[in-house]
C-alpha cells in the first residue's frame, strides 16, 4: 500500500538506505521542493543527535521531511516541538487509552516511560542567517526496539498498539504534522508549545543535564518561550539549556 499524504507533501520511497537525512539532504541542495518526504523500508547507518548510531531494522518507521519555512535559523529548533506532538499524536491513535504518553525534552517521545520515537532536525542557512531548508528526520519503533538503552526503549506493538502499520502510521504521523506546521505557521510557537508543555515528561521532576563535559542538576522548572529548558540548579539559580541530554531521578 502507497501511504496516502497531506496536500502539499509528495513520497519518494525507498527500500534501504543508509540514512533517510542523508538521502533528503541531498535533495533538497537540489532543489526538492517543500513538503518532500523521504521514507525507507530500513536503513544501514541510522543517525540520531551528536552523530549516534542506533539501528534501523525493517518493520519501523524511517522518514525524513523536507520543509522550507520562511524563517531565522534558531527559530526552526521550534520544529522538533510540533513534531514530537505529531508523533505522538500520531500513535495515540493505536495506542491503549490508558498509555501515557509524554514528550521527553528535546526531541524524543516516550510511552509509559519508554522512548518510542526520536527526531532529528538538520538545517542549512544564506549568509543572512535565514533558513534554505529544514530537514525534520523522525524515527518510530512501530515493530521493534533496541534493548539495553537509557531510558530504556519500546515499541508501538508492545505497548499496545498492535494494529498499527508502519504505513499507517506513517500516514498518521504526516496528517498531523501537516497540522501543527500550519498552526507553527499561522499562530507561532506558542500553542505548540501549550501543548507539549501539557504532556511533558519530568515537569517539576529532578534531572541532570550533561552538556560535554559538563553536568548540571537541578529541577525542570518549565519550557521557555522558545523552547529553551529552565532549570533551577542545586544553588537555585535559573538556566536555560538550549542543548543537552537529559536524564530524570526517575530513570527517564
Not at 532543489?31 to 525493517?58: L, N
Not at 507561532?188 to 548540571?216: I, K, N, Y
Not at 537541578?218 to 532549570?231: H, P
Amino acid at each position: 500500500m502507497t501511504p496516502s499524504l497531506p496536500s502539499g507533501f509528495s513520497l519518494v520511497a525507498l527500500d534501504r538506505v543508509e540514512s533517510t537525512n542523508d538521502e533528503a539532504k541531498i535533495l533538497a541542495r537540489t532543489g526538492a521542493p517543500h513538503g518532500t518526504v523521504v521514507w525507507a523500508r530500513a536503513q544501514s547507518k541510522g543517525r540520531g543527535r551528536h552523530g549516534r548510531r542506533f539501528q534501523s531494522p525493517a518493520g519501523n518507521l524511517y522518514v525524513s521531511v523536507v520543509l522550507r519555512p520562511d524563517c531565522a535559523l534558531q527559530v526552526a529548533a521550534e520544529v522538533s516541538f510540533l513534531a514530537a506532538l505529531a508523533v505522538g499524536e500520531a500513535l495515540s491513535g493505536w495506542l491503549p487509552a490508558e498509555a501515557d504518553v509524554r514528550y521527553k525534552w528535546p526531541n524524543d517521545v516516550m510511552v509509559d516511560g519508554r522512548k518510542v520515537s526520536g527526531i532529528l532536525l538538520e538545517s542549512s542557512s544564506d549568509s543572512n542567517g535565514r533558513l534554505e531548508w529544514l530537514i525534520v528526520g523522525v524515527g518510530i519503533n512501530v515493530a521493534s526496539f533496541p534493548a539495553g538503552l537509557v531510558p530504556p526503549a519500546t515499541s508501538l506493538h508492545a505497548s499496545g498498539g498492535e494494529g498499527g502499520t508502519v504505513e499507517a502510521v506513517l500516514e498518521a504521523f504526516m496528517a498531523r504534522l501537516a497540522h501543527w506546521f500550519a498552526v507553527w505557521r499561522e499562530k507561532g510557537f506558542a500553542p505548540v508549545r501549550e501543548a507539549w508543555w501539557r504532556s511533558a515528561q519530568g515537569r517539576g521532576e529532578l534531572l541532570s543535564v550533561r552538556r560535554g563535559d559538563t553536568v548540571l542538576r537541578g529541577r525542570f522548572e518549565s519550557l521557555d518561550v522558545d523552547g529553551a529548558l529552565i532549570v533551577t540548579a542545586e544553588d537555585g539559580q535559573l538556566h536555560r539549556i538550549n542543548a543537552g541530554d537529559v536524564y530524570f531521578s526517575s530513570g527517564g
